[in-house]
């Protein structure tokens, strides 16, 4: 395993724009800092020859776990959108995201 | 009274259900108020739940085996119609449209729900002192932290408040909360207790699990939650354990491990608590190995990887539209980003990016492939393990419960008290902390019992034996 270069500020700056979050010049520094910490730890599991080692995602390995297809309730419609900061004809409401037809 | 013994007492109509709730209510209302374990007491709801158990008893009907039995809940499990916010500002206010599954068969089983737990926020933090709403204090010394990120769940019981509660553990977060409060935590196989309705966090390792005063009554409400469910896709194929029929079987016969790499870097007296109760194990007829399994101190590394890049995804729905909170900006990505900003505190907004970071493109493999190769090393180690012996034996908790303050400015401290619980979540195994001793200072420490897949039955025999010699 290579040796891993530190996270730098640009790197965290955009993991945050990613992550749609948006940090202070505060923040990047601080977070910089510990993210690097954290991911220091880290260099012990990448020094480790586990090439030859499986991944495991889920520890018992269940896949394609499927129930019978039948119909049952749903959810009720009206409480559901009661509970989203904003309702616009029975839909949840968005700010507008296509412009205007060119 | 254990938590039979009163369900049998308002069963039979000795005792109401009205006046344990009513008793429940006034000491949260005197006790909650300097600790700050609760973060909504549904003190209506209750009293109309103990009602409707009074008049079933009354029309001679069996209102269930928890009849009756107060119960909290941790603030990350849906209640229909009841304030849900993980502790978090971004989901303040909100109501969910459905229950749980173990809120289900915990309403099946006769309980009554008396409030929601304070924690760290969406579960991420070893002291609940990452909580939207103020941290919690632990009931053995209110200067110090309850532990996390089940803390509130785990003080309401340390205080006896409610006998019963309710947390997730991911990493730790039922077994440390348990230890540092001195009270029983179990985080049950993965798969055991269906995760529908628990707000996802690290989806491959989170697991429900009770808080108790004794291994017996944790035992009766584990057999309550368990059980296949098809609406969690992770769900065991089988139906739930019989735990409380084999509490008394004894360990005569049985090898347990005396995990080293489980005592490494723990204090002292918490290494001194649990070569004690291998002592205990040993005088009641059970064989002691010694046994190592280096590969565990790797976990820490895999699990600050593998459960971040979880987070990092399941949390990408908080995004103002469809519940919770929204701030308006110009348009949808300024919304997000405004909404997601202020909603999320300090150590959600650290692990989203940590997450983001070990899955984007040029870093995958290094980091989160390392991890998750790493993580199937720590099962095979496992495996190896219980080939020779039947249950493990370590510490829940490196150290007693620290001072509020101590490390929440240094993640990487904070993240290092869960050491010894991590290598069981990545696992997929059961384990549970039992309260054993008292520190230096009066304060609780709990040893650990680790099992295979599966192994509660022998997992609750063994910390039966360990209740019954420990000196806490």
Known sequence: ?102 | MSVAELAVAIRSGERSAREVTEATLATIATDDPSLHAFVDVQIDQALERADSIDAAVARGEDPGVLAGVPLALKDNLCQHGELTSCASKILQGWRPPYDATVVSKLREAGVVVVGKTNMDEFAMGSSTENSAYGPTRNPRDPSRVPGGSSGGSAAAVAASMVPLSLGSDTGGSIRQPAALCGVVGVKPTYGLVSRYGLVAFASSLDQIGPFATTVADAALLLEVISGHDPRDSTSLPEEAPSLVAHLDDGVAGLRVGLCTDLLDGCDDEVVHAVRRAAEVFAGQGAEIVEIAIPELRFGLSAYYLLAPAEASSNLARYDGVRYGVRVEAGDVEAMNVATRTAGFGDEVKRRIMLGTYALSAGYFDAYYGQAQRTRTMIIEAFDRAYGQVDLLLGATTPTTAFELGAKIDDPMAMYLSDVCTIPSNLAGHPAMSVPFARGAEGLPIGVQLLGPGRSEERLFTAATVLEAGASS
Do not use: C, W, Y
């Open chain 1, 1 to 102: 395993m290579a040796e891993l270069e530190p996270i730098s500020a640009d790197e965290v700056r955009h993991v945050a724009r990613l992550a749609r979050l948006e940090l202070s010049d505060d923040e990047v520094k601080r977070f910089t800092s510990q993210l690097g910490s954290i991911l220091g730890h880290a260099a012990d599991i990448a020094a480790l020859d586990v090439a030859a080692i499986p991944p495991t995602a889920h520890p018992f390995g269940l896949v394609n776990v499927l129930r019978a297809d039948v119909v049952t309730a749903s959810l009720d419609r009206s409480e559901v959108l009661s509970q989203a900061p904003k309702v616009v004809e029975q839909r949840f409401g968005v700010p507008r995201i296509a412009g205007e037809a060119p």
